[in-house]
Structures are given as C-alpha cells and as structure tokens.
C-alpha cells in the first residue's frame, strides 16, 4: 500500500476553506499553478473532484463537505503536536515524581526539598525509594524519574548525570566515648571496634586500603547496609562508625565526630536520569530543586 502524502492535508484544508485556487495559492505562498498540481493530487489520491467549476466560482462536492471539518481537527491536531510545549505553570501541575535515592539523602534533604515543591507547586507529590544497588533498570524502564548517588563505572553510559555536591568521611562515636578525650591517631582508631556499612560480604573499601598503608587493620564487630543502622548501633555502644559527613548530619546529632586520621578519598554525590527526560519541562524544574536545595544545605552546614 502506497503510504500518503500527510502534506497534502494541509493543501485540501485550506483549499476546502478557501474555496477557491487563487486564494488558496496565495495563502500557502504557491503559485496558481503549483495550486492546481496539488489539487490534481488530491482529485487522484481522494477519488474525488473535491471542488468542482459553477459558473466562475468553485464549489465543494459531498465528499468535500464531508472531509473538511476532519481535515480541518486533523492539521489542528497535527499542529498542536508539532508545537512547542506550552510553558509550565508550576501551580497548575499535578504530578508524582518517584525519586530513588542514596542512603541518608531523605534524612537530611528530603523535607527541605518537600518544602521548596510544595511552596512551587502544590499539586506534586514525592515517591522516596531506597537505593539498594546501581541497576539503573528502573530509570529505563521510567518507574524511577531520578536517583541520587555516586557515579560509579559500572553506571550506564546512556544515563545523564549532574553533580550535586562533594561528601567525606568521618568517625562517629557515642557521647562520652573515651575516643572524644584526647589526640585521634590512626593507631588509636584501628584498635576500635568498627562498624562496617556494606552490601556485600567481605568488602573492603577506602578505610581498610588507607589503613593498610599504614600496616593497621581495624576490627569488624558488624556489618549494616546503610548509615542509618550504623550510627543507631554506635550510639549504645563503644563502636566506632565511618560515614560520609554530609549524608550523615542529621542523623549523629548528639553523638561525637571527629576527622578520620588517615587519608580516604572523597565521594561525589551525584543526580541521575534517563536521557528522554531531558527537554521534559515538570522534570527540569525538578532537577533544578533538587540541585539548590542540596547547594542551600552543603553551604549551610
């Protein structure tokens, strides 16, 4: 089957309102001419005459009067599709974003973030998933609309990206903890007790590479997968928790941190989303929350 020719549409639209070639020539910038070569187009494509000759005027047949209110929606439709989208009104939107986010993100953004949607946009609601692994199959898949986390070279390479700030590490231990009286050395922090956050068994990371430079290992009393766990086990007891400064805020309040003594890399927390989200208008603007809500709270911490 021959596929048609969808620019003819425009053609017999305003050639159906005008009613006549000249007009209609006038009106899409041809020539009378070219008019009547599309026209013969039609007649061919349709099986129709579409417009036939009364007197010194044209008139339209039954066929014509039959398509010209179709004809008519169809180019409005097709045009408003070609259009660009309409300018976001913030106050009007009603969306539900679903955010997958990395461990103790919630607890130290998440109302203030709740906070900058809600005083924009009130009809937009917030859908918190943790972030167990890197599988970026729910971003693909479009169930998830951004994650938060550390870029790391398994992430996918179709994924964009955007950094929202830097994170490091420090100890944290209970109030009144003996590590909280005195010089911390890196001797006196190995001989602790550790809580080790990990999702996977037997994983060693920046703490144990930096004190193995220095030939000290630390003791592994417990593994938890998320910083949340961690500081609630160091809080009722004398173990020591490594957790990034940052993520970490306003979770320790009350407890002891102090600078790790030896040299662990810093992390970048970064946002992510699919790349078919980018020109999305609702979307960008979320990004854009999420990147000054994150930039208000590291400059005032």
Known sequence: MTKPDLNLLMTLNVLLAEGSVARAAHRLGLSPSAMSRALARLRQTTGDPLLVRAGRSLVPTPRALELREQVSQLVQDATSVLRPAEKLNLAQLDRVFTLRTSDGFVENFGAALLKRIHQEAPGVQLRFMQKLNKDSTLLRDGVVDLET????ISAS????SRALFSDHFIGVV????HLSDGEITADRYAAQGHIMISRRQG???GVDNALQLLALTRK????????SAALALAKDSDWVATVPERHSLNLRRGMYSFPLPITVPNITVSMLWHPRMDADQAH???RQCVLEVCDKNVQGS
């Open 149 to 152: 986390g550390v870029v790391g």
């Open 157 to 160: 390479p179709e994924l964009r």
């Open 174 to 177: 209970r109030a009144g903890h």
């Open 203 to 205: 994983h060693k990371g």
């Open 220 to 227: 592994v009393v417990a593994s938890v997968d998320g910083i």
């Open 284 to 286: 960008r603007w979320l």
